[in-house]
């Protein structure tokens, strides 16, 4: 039975939420397995048009059990809200489940996050100030708090005042701030505990008995590949794998177990906050790519920053497929590139006449890596509503084959507008 990971396989913003939201009706779970409130997921569908950042798109098929994973980061105040606003608009939210030992994003994370960021100055991140590097920082150093916590007064009051003690130095000591205070906060988190415990428990038993039971699943990814903390443009990079080796830590779900692995690329490229970026453009053909005045613009989901855009990168995107396994191309937005009358695909980069295949280590080599581009002709009409490939025109195909040559994987699913229905499904992941 089909188990599919769908990772973001650029910097982010793939349009992995609008994918998530088409499949959810094969997979009987869809399981987020990392990042936190630092994704944005936008799913446009017949319910309305939703900004997603901490509950799995697959929230709005009514059969599907959704599971936030033990790998995710929870402001639990966050995703009160998202509950809320969800329940609002008619959504039924009784089918998430949230895994206790998710680790929760306390208030000294995001004042962390942010006076870390403006320390830096100009040498600065870029980061979503959500939180999550500190987060994922104090997990690793054994300090953090999780979700199962929230729901013990004891443990809550003992760990927090163990950690809280070394936090506020740091934070008045070093950064001049005001002391977070251990009552206050004790009282509000146990109070989020409550409100959410309905939705926590062991996620483990509900995962693999949809695995032996030959059920379905879906792993929606957050951030992208190029964002991966070991294999990413470091240090511009988020604090969690966004990978599939990510997929299978953050849910529990061993490797083996993988059916197919579906990597999200936007037909060019994006990219939110600091770090190399070798196709950035800018000019006409970058306002093109931006879409500034339709509802998918090149606007972060998150913190509303403009994207900065450019060409496809197949070096990039060929390292990504080939850490991760990509066995299926899912290729978002073909319909940005609807009136570009040239388009261009970097394919090497050159580094001091050097020629490089695979991407550099060091963000001052990436800087000054050369792209070597290939120019291929537009299709100058509009793809927004055809549905199978062989309807697209001529050069648009031939795009999209190129890039599967390039990256060496298969197209699998095409996107031609933010729509669940705007999809072109080549090959369904859950038939293989
Ligand atoms: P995610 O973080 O990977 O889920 O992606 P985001 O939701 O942050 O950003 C993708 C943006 O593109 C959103 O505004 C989507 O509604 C939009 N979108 C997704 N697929 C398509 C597509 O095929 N065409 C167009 N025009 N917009 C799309
Ligand atoms: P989705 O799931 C795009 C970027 C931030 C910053 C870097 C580190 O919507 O694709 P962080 O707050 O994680 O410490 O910031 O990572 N970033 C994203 N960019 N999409 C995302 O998520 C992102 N999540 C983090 O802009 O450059
Ligand atoms: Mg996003």
């Given at each position: 039975?089909?188990?599919?990971?769908?990772?973001g396989?650029?910097?982010?913003?793939?349009?992995?939420?609008?994918?998530?939201?088409?499949?959810?009706?094969?997979?009987?779970?869809?399981?987020r397995?990392?990042?936190?409130?630092?994704?944005?997921?936008?799913?446009?569908?017949?319910?309305?048009?939703?900004?997603?950042?901490?509950?799995?798109?697959?929230?709005?098929?009514?059969?599907?059990?959704?599971?936030?994973?033990?790998?995710?980061?929870?402001?639990?105040?966050?995703?009160?809200?998202?509950?809320n606003?969800?329940?609002?608009?008619?959504?039924?939210?009784?089918?998430?489940?949230?895994?206790?030992?998710?680790?929760?994003?306390m208030?000294?994370?995001?004042?962390?996050?942010?006076?870390?960021?403006?320390?830096?100055?100009?040498?600065?991140?870029?980061?979503?100030?959500?939180?999550?590097?500190?987060?994922?920082?104090?997990?690793?150093?054994?300090?953090?708090?999780?979700?199962?916590?929230?729901?013990?007064?004891?443990?809550?009051?003992?760990?927090?005042?163990?950690?809280?003690?070394?936090?506020?130095?740091?934070?008045?000591?070093?950064?001049?701030?005001?002391?977070?205070?251990?009552?206050?906060?004790?009282?509000?988190?146990?109070?989020?505990?409550?409100?959410?415990?309905?939705?926590?428990?062991?996620?483990?038993?509900?995962?693999?008995?949809?695995?032996?039971?030959?059920?379905?699943?879906?792993?929606e990814?957050?951030?992208?590949?190029?964002?991966?903390?070991?294999?990413?443009?470091?240090?511009?990079?988020?604090?969690?794998?966004?990978?599939?080796?990510?997929?299978?830590?953050?849910?529990?779900?061993?490797?083996s177990?993988?059916?197919?692995?579906?990597?999200?690329?936007?037909?060019?490229?994006?990219?939110?906050?600091?770090?190399?970026?070798?196709?950035?453009?800018?000019?006409?053909?970058?306002?093109?790519?931006?879409?500034?005045?339709?509802?998918?613009?090149?606007?972060?989901?998150?913190?509303?920053?403009?994207?900065?855009?450019?060409?496809?990168?197949?070096?990039m995107?060929?390292?990504?497929?080939?850490?991760?396994?990509?066995?299926?191309?899912a290729?978002?937005?073909?319909?940005?590139?609807?009136?570009?009358?040239?388009?261009?695909?970097?394919?090497?980069?050159?580094?001091?006449?050097?020629?490089?295949?695979?991407?550099?280590?060091?963000?001052?080599?990436?800087?000054?890596?050369?792209?070597?581009?290939?120019?291929?002709?537009?299709?100058?009409?509009?793809?927004?509503?055809?549905?199978?490939f062989?309807?697209?025109?001529?050069?648009?195909?031939?795009?999209?084959?190129?890039?599967?040559?390039?990256?060496?994987?298969?197209?699998?699913?095409?996107s031609?507008?933010?729509?669940?229905?705007?999809?072109?499904?080549?090959?369904?992941?859950?038939?293989?």
């Amino acid at each position: 039975m089909a188990v599919v990971a769908l990772i973001g396989a650029q910097w982010g913003d793939e349009g992995k939420g609008h994918l998530v939201d088409l499949l959810a009706d094969r997979a009987r779970l869809v399981v987020r397995y990392g990042g936190g409130n630092n994704a944005g997921h936008t799913v446009v569908n017949h319910l309305g048009t939703f900004k997603l950042h901490l509950i799995p798109s697959g929230i709005f098929d009514a059969d599907t059990i959704n599971v936030i994973g033990p790998g995710v980061v929870i402001n639990p105040e966050a995703l009160i809200n998202e509950l809320n606003t969800l329940k609002t608009s008619g959504i039924a939210t009784g089918r998430l489940f949230i895994s206790d030992r998710a680790h929760v994003i306390m208030p000294y994370h995001i004042m962390l996050d942010q006076l870390q960021e403006s320390s830096l100055g100009e040498g600065k991140i870029g980061t979503t100030g959500r939180g999550i590097g500190p987060a994922y920082a104090d997990k690793m150093s054994r300090i953090g708090i999780r979700m199962a916590d929230l729901l013990h007064e004891e443990t809550l009051q003992s760990r927090l005042s163990a950690v809280l003690e070394e936090k506020n130095r740091i934070l008045t000591r070093l950064y001049n701030a005001k002391p977070i205070s251990l009552h206050d906060t004790y009282l509000r988190y146990l109070g989020f505990g409550r409100q959410l415990a309905a939705h926590i428990t062991n996620v483990h038993p509900l995962i693999i008995r949809a695995l032996e039971q030959e059920q379905p699943v879906l792993l929606e990814g957050a951030q992208g590949v190029l964002l991966d903390i070991d294999h990413g443009t470091y240090p511009y990079v988020t604090s969690s794998p966004p990978g599939v080796a990510g997929a299978c830590q953050g849910s529990g779900i061993a490797p083996s177990r993988l059916t197919s692995i579906v990597g999200v690329f936007k037909a060019y490229t994006t990219r939110v906050g600091e770090g190399p970026f070798p196709t950035e453009i800018d000019g006409p053909e970058a306002a093109i790519l931006r879409q500034i005045g339709t509802p998918w613009a090149e606007v972060g989901t998150t913190t509303g920053r403009l994207r900065r855009v450019g060409w496809f990168d197949a070096v990039m995107a060929r390292y990504a497929a080939q850490i991760n396994g990509i066995d299926r191309l899912a290729i978002t937005k073909l319909d940005v590139l609807d009136t570009m009358p040239m388009i261009r695909v970097c394919t090497g980069y050159q580094l001091d006449g050097i020629h490089l295949d695979y991407p550099p280590t060091t963000t001052s080599d990436f800087y000054r890596v050369k792209p070597i581009y290939e120019a291929l002709p537009g299709w100058m009409s509009s793809t927004t509503s055809v549905r199978r490939f062989q309807d697209l025109p001529r050069q648009a195909q031939a795009y999209i084959d190129r890039l599967g040559q390039l990256v060496g994987a298969e197209v699998g699913i095409i996107s031609v507008g933010p729509a669940r229905d705007q999809t072109i499904m080549v090959q369904d992941p859950f038939a293989i």
